[in-house]
Structure formats: C-alpha cells, structure tokens
Nanobody, 124 residues
Framework: QVQLVESGGGLVQAGGSLTLSCAAS????????MAWYRQAPGKQRELVAR???????HYADSVKGRFTVFRVNANDTLYLQMNSLKPEDTAVYYC??????????????????WGQGTQVTVSS
C-alpha cells in the first residue's frame, strides 16, 4: 500500500505565500511523475504543475511566474511554493503521483495515486 499525504494548506491574505508538501510513502520502486492539481467549488479539477522525469516542468498559465514546483527525491516529497497568491487560487489542492510499487507480492506499474487534499484559502 502506498500513500500520499499533503500538508501546508491554510488561510492567507492576497499577496501572501504558502508552501505545500506531499510526502509519498510505502514500498515504492519508482515515481514516474508527480503533480499538483486543484479544485475550486463548483469547478473541475485542474492541473497546476507537474514534474515528469526527463521532461520540462509544466505549469498552468494561471500560476506561471508565481508558483514553483520541486521534488526532493531523497524523501519522495513534492513541494509547491506559492507566491503572490490571489483569491482565485482558493481551492483544495491535491497531489498526484504515478508510482510503481509492491503490495505484498503484487507489482503495480505506473499507478496513479492521489492524496487526500489540502485546503488553500486566499482572502481579498
């Protein structure tokens, strides 16, 4: 069994900063990609930023220049540094990882796994 646990969400004023983290745990053999998504009330979940091994980092246009995603491989943790936050950034932020892992004797290849989400609220 593998798990993604997000933390770092909260309430911040417009213009402020937050850093989210997502820690992967379990019998993980490899992580092909990690990403942050967000879902605002009444809206579809959208991709915020994604890191794929060997490929350029991808950002949604709405966060370019304000958000920075980075991964610390040593502890399988993904971060999202969010600066110059706007009220429209308010959403539940989810971590997603495509992981190859063992569950007992079963090998799961490139399985998409999601965290439970962390709320980010930006007040005007």
């Amino acid at each position: 069994q593998v798990q993604l646990v997000e933390s770092g969400g909260g309430l911040v004023q417009a213009g402020g900063s937050l850093t989210l983290s997502c820690a992967a745990s379990g019998n993980i053999l490899s992580i092909d990609s990690m990403a942050w998504y967000r879902q605002a009330p009444g809206k579809q979940r959208e991709l915020v930023a994604r890191i794929i091994s060997g490929s350029p980092t991808h950002y949604a246009d709405s966060v370019k220049g304000r958000f920075t995603v980075f991964r610390v491989n040593a502890n399988d943790t993904l971060y999202l540094q969010m600066n110059s936050l706007k009220p429209e950034d308010t959403a539940v932020y989810y971590c997603k990882a495509d992981m190859t892992y063992l569950d007992g004797s079963m090998l799961y290849r490139a399985q998409p796994c999601w965290g439970q989400g962390t709320q980010v609220t930006v007040s005007s």
